[in-house]
């Protein structure tokens, strides 16, 4: 008879499974709201998008420059070094900071009077909102277990589309009391436009207050895994900020040595003739000066981390499964920027539809539409990541194939209530993809990563998508429009329609994520070279 003494006889009691708590719940819920305000500050500039380009006197290409790459440039980068400080620092109180950053930037964009003071106030709220996604994603991964995560991200993720149609709705109805109350101008030589940036810029500061109030949780103890950042956050900021600033970036690439310095001359140079061909083809100064600034700094940053964090590099930019899915759901987001930006203006102009109604309808069909897209494609994702380790990739892929038809259909009909149909169901197909892909790319790193991890998915949303959809929709109203009275008057439907040239790219590239990611994520610690404490 065995002795049952014997520990090695006696019975294994598996390790509960750990749980989201109520209070992982509460934060959650905090968290959407910051979100919501966030996409209020960046999207409220649709609906105000005609005025503007009335009262200042520009073109659809500049407005898409607005839009885009005034906002995106700066978000992406600042997100780089922001991404890093999440990781390192406490990221309620980093949180809390960009929330009354961006929310005092949008509030400074109501005295705008040109399109130069625009940018600048643009930019400034780019540089605040970087911090909200990487300090976000980072604390839902600290307060659900991997098997939830998905949902939590698409939950969060739910305050892009409410924050989205609120900014129309807000907007339009700010525009028309002021305009109508004060016909000439109002307070401080305030018009309509001007007074909504205005009065939805302040309340964030006082949501920035509240987000102080949240605790902030031990990394990685939802994975099991302990995991510390640096000793010397602060330092380590801005020595990441001093890798995306030129001429900063130059003395750098210098002290790794004479390669290093020749290699980053040479990716500059090429950046700057291929900005210069750019502006000459299109006349856009802004938008190819901000592209080329992008792409040089994003450059630089990967060189440094490449020899500062090598585990990190490698598993990011070092993965083929990361970078395809980040630029494969990239094309996703530049289609869905595009219209969030675009689908406004197209309304008031081509069909001709009252502005109220169509911040009404347009508003609650992007809330509506997704919120039930990225809520069913997050609990999608999870059901097929339980059966299949890349099952969420198909749930990106749905989000880039299934909105073709509806786009065509709603872009190309002159029916105000198809138009308005099918760009709910273009947005309910598309917004499904972004819980799918913001977790496969969190699961491809480690714990202490996930903030770098989510800054430089949030590249491939921004330097691909939000810098390039609004703006190529506008470049190519522009080439494809007409002069009246001596003005250009741009063809939207034409820049609208071309979106969908990028869906064979993105189908390609998923495609690929599709065959890697289960290996990629089976070999972390492997692939890494970190050795991780238990």
């Known amino acids: 008879m065995s002795d049952v003494s014997d520990p090695a006889q006696q019975p294994v009691t598996p390790e509960p499974e750990k749980q989201a708590s109520s209070y992982s719940w509460y934060v959650l819920g905090v968290l959407v709201v910051v979100y919501i305000l966030n996409f209020v500050d960046r999207q409220i500039i649709s609906i105000l998008a005609v005025d503007i380009k009335r009262d200042l006197q520009l073109t659809d290409s500049d407005m898409g420059f607005l839009g885009g790459a005034a906002f995106a440039v700066f978000y992406a980068l600042f997100g780089i070094p922001l991404g890093r400080l999440a990781d390192n620092w406490n990221r309620v109180r980093l949180l809390s900071i960009g929330l009354a950053l961006w929310s005092t930037m949008t ?30 994603y980072s604390l839902i991964s600290d307060y659900f277990p991997k098997r939830q995560r998905a949902t939590a991200i698409a939950i969060y993720s739910s305050g892009l589309y409410i924050g989205g149609g609120i900014s129309l709705f807000i907007g339009a109805a700010i525009v028309e009391s002021w305009n109508v109350a004060y016909p000439g101008g109002g307070p401080l030589g305030l018009v309509g436009w001007q007074a909504a940036f205005l009065a939805v810029g302040v309340p964030g500061l006082l949501v920035a207050l509240w987000v102080a109030t949240l605790r902030e949780p031990a ?145 609650a069909n992007g809330a509506v539409s997704g919120f039930v897209g990225v809520i069913l494609g997050g609990r999608l994702a999870d059901a097929w990541r339980a059966r299949n380790p890349a099952g ?74 939000l810098c390039f959809g609004p703006y190529m929709v506008g470049q190519i109203s522009d080439l494809t429009g007409t002069v009246v009275n001596g003005k250009l008057v741009g063809d939207l439907r034409t820049g609208i329609l071309s979106l969908l040239a990028v869906v064979p790219v993105a189908v390609a590239l998923l495609v690929y994520a599709y065959r890697s990611v289960p290996a990629a994520e089976a070999t972390l610690i492997e692939r890494s070279g970190e050795a991780v404490a238990g």
């Open 219 to 363: 990394r990685g103890a939802m994975d099991g895994v302990a995991s510390h950042g640096s000793a010397r956050p602060f330092a380590d900021f801005l020595a990441d900020l001093s890798t995306i600033v030129p001429p900063f970036t130059l003395i750098g690439a210098w002290k790794r040595g004479p390669a290093a310095f020749a290699i980053n001359v040479l990716v500059a140079a090429l950046l700057s003739a291929f900005a210069w061909i750019m502006i000459q083809l299109t006349g856009n100064l802004p938008q190819w000066s901000a592209v080329a600034l992008g792409y040089y700094a994003v450059f630089s940053w990967a060189c440094v981390l490449r020899e500062k964090d090598a585990p990190t590099f490698r598993l990011i930019w070092g993965t083929p499964a990361f970078i395809c899915t980040t630029l494969g759901y990239g094309m996703v987001a530049l289609t869905a920027y595009a219209l969030a930006f675009w689908s406004a203006p197209y309304a008031e102009v081509v069909l001709g539809l009252p502005k109220k109604e169509l911040a009404f309808v347009l508003g």
């Open 392 to 465: 969420r990739v198909l749930v990106i892929l749905f989000g880039v194939v299934a909105p073709v038809i509806p786009i065509w259909i709603g872009y190309s009909t002159e029916n105000a209530t198809l138009f308005y149909v099918m760009n709910f169901v273009a947005g309910m197909f598309g917004a499904a993809a972004l819980g799918a892909a913001a977790a496969t790319t969190q699961d491809l790193v480690l714990p202490r990563m996930r903030g770098t991890a989510t800054a430089s998915f949030f590249l491939g949303t921004t330097l691909v998508g």
């Open 107 to 136: 509030a400074l964009s109501g005295f705008a009077r040109d399109q130069i003071t625009l940018t600048f106030a643009r930019m400034g709220v780019g540089i605040g909102e970087a911090t909200a996604s990487p300090t976000a």
